[in-house]
């Protein structure tokens, strides 16, 4: 046994509570993972729980915007002024009544990607075994006269396999029906991506999002060097599953490491990757969600809009399998 070897198991793996100082980060609580196998991740409280940065044996898998560690108070609410603080981080969670464009929908102004990812969360508990240790949060998207949606959120940290697994169920606690949209925004950075990165997103079929994503459809699988200039291209894909379970992945031979993401389609039916070759701005998106980022007033115009009942629950999730060759 592991234990005989070490004084605390924190010398090895666990869970530790930080919090940053200074900057618009001050006051920011993190949770930080570590399996003992190589995988090191870092969870934002104060951010919906989201994981922050995730390292695999040293080489960094996400990434992380010129704005960096931004606390929830500073978060502008206005049209896209959730850029202002989008730390982006190994993944950012969308939602839970809003994802996507900017707009007015029912009467409601409804910002760029919707709230949650600027909501704190409630840290409820730790269960460590000798297979895996669990987090257990809590993230309540309330407010009077309106949404009431309550998200509990489990991370399972595998002690047996460089793996992680986020599972959330979504309820509404109010009277009334209420939209739901969830979109996990993955969002993959250097070293894992570089222009020698591969990327496998097995579909039945593709469409890109505008007219300039259309141009560049035949590269878009291909990772490219960072460009001045750079104008995202975004593309839906409709993802080929086995027995309901979808497996996208990214790989850098220049690393001899990569990411695998497996979800389940039926709760998860789309997928989008974002993909934005800029200096700096260097990222690839890879985003399952029940949703398109179109804007909820597109969805409910083309039939699309997923709603919950009250009282009734969604439960979503992704695994995330880090590997080596």
């Not at 739901?180 to 250097?190: E, P, R, S, V």
């Amino acid at each position: 046994m592991m234990y005989n070897y070490v004084g605390s198991p924190l010398q090895v793996r666990g869970a530790e509570e930080y919090v940053l100082q200074r900057g618009k980060g001050d006051g920011m609580h993190f949770l930080q993972v570590r399996n003992g196998l190589g995988l090191d991740a870092w969870i934002s409280l104060d951010r919906c729980g989201d994981l922050s940065r995730v390292t695999f044996k040293g080489d960094n898998m996400g990434y992380f915007s010129p704005c960096g560690y931004v606390s929830p108070k500073y978060y502008d609410n206005v049209g896209a002024g959730f850029l202002k603080s989008f730390t982006a981080g190994f993944f950012t969670t969308c939602g839970l009544t809003a994802v996507g464009n900017p707009c007015t929908d029912d009467g409601e102004v409804l910002p760029l990607h919707g709230t949650i990812s600027n909501t704190p969360s409630v840290l409820n508990g730790i269960e460590e075994t000798d297979d895996n240790i669990k987090v257990y949060l809590t993230i309540s998207d309330e407010q009077i006269f309106g949404r009431k949606l309550v998200m509990k959120r489990v991370y399972t940290f595998s002690y047996l396999k460089n793996e992680i697994t986020v599972c959330d169920t979504v309820c509404n606690k109010s009277d009334c029906d209420s939209p739901y949209m969830i979109l996990y925004h993955c969002n993959i950075g250097y070293p894992l991506l570089s222009e020698n990165s591969v990327l496998n997103i097995p579909n039945n079929s593709s469409v890109s999002r505008n007219e300039h994503a259309e141009e560049y459809m035949n590269t878009a699988l291909e990772s490219e060097v960072p460009q001045s200039n750079y104008e995202e291209c975004c593309y839906y894909y409709d993802v080929a599953d086995e027995n309901d379970v979808c497996n996208i992945g990214i790989y850098n031979p220049d690393i001899n490491k990569g990411v695998n993401l497996k979800y389940k389609k039926s709760q998860l039916p789309k997928f989008i990757q974002w993909k934005m070759m800029g200096k700096r701005d260097y990222v690839m998106g890879l985003e399952p969600g029940n949703c398109t980022a179109d804007g909820r007033d597109v969805l409910r115009k083309n039939g699309e809009l997923k709603f919950l009942k009250p009282n009734e629950s969604a439960v979503t999730g992704v695994t995330f399998e880090f590997t080596e060759r």
